[in-house]
């Protein structure tokens, strides 16, 4: 029975000496953007990061986190009213050129942070919910290790509803973002 062990140990360690690595880019992105349209009454500056894993093939996956300050208006006496977004997505993407450059759309689930404090601290929000988004862009290499990128992205909240047989209801808190960053390929 020992034996037998020590073959299939033997046997993984030769096939993984034998595989190739796999050919694909890290890419980190620093981002800033503008809310538009939705729920957004005036457009707010946000500000993001990424990374992502990019194969040679069309598809690849990203984490991106992004924080708009002041969303929900002015700074009043008990602080800012912010949305902060972290989602994990599946990226499409078609690569374009030698460069780096990739057409792709995206879309995912995540964590979407509501913030809205009071001065008197009681109608204070400070809310946790899982949301969705999607949308479309374009990288654009400059070299080997930098490029622009650009993106349009649709965010909704998802809370739990018991008005149907699913339990899941798209909230109605929900905006979109344009963003433009520097990204850098490892």
Do not use: C
């Amino acid at each position: 029975m020992n034996h037998q062990r020590l073959y299939a140990v033997l046997a993984v360690l030769a096939l993984f000496s034998t595989a190739q690595p796999a050919a694909a880019d890290t890419v980190l992105t620093a981002t800033v953007g503008r809310t538009f349209s939705g729920d957004v009454e005036e457009g707010h500056t946000s500000y993001g990061a990424a990374i992502g894993f990019l194969g040679e093939g069309v598809f690849g996956f990203e984490v991106e986190g992004t924080y708009t300050p002041h969303f929900f208006g002015p700074d009043n006496q008990g602080g800012t009213s912010n949305v902060t977004t972290l989602m994990g997505n599946i990226v499409l993407g078609v690569p374009i050129g030698r460069n780096k450059s990739r057409l792709y759309a995206t879309g995912g689930v995540g964590l979407m942070k509501f913030r809205v404090p009071d001065a008197d601290a009681f109608f204070d929000i400070d809310r946790n919910d899982f949301g969705v988004n999607a949308g479309a862009g374009v990288m654009v290499g400059l070299g080997e290790r930098l490029g622009v990128r650009g993106d349009v992205r649709y965010f909704r909240d998802v809370h739990e509803s018991t008005s149907n047989d699913l339990d899941v209801d798209f909230g109605g808190f929900h905006y979109w973002r344009g963003a433009v960053g520097v990204t850098f390929h490892f």
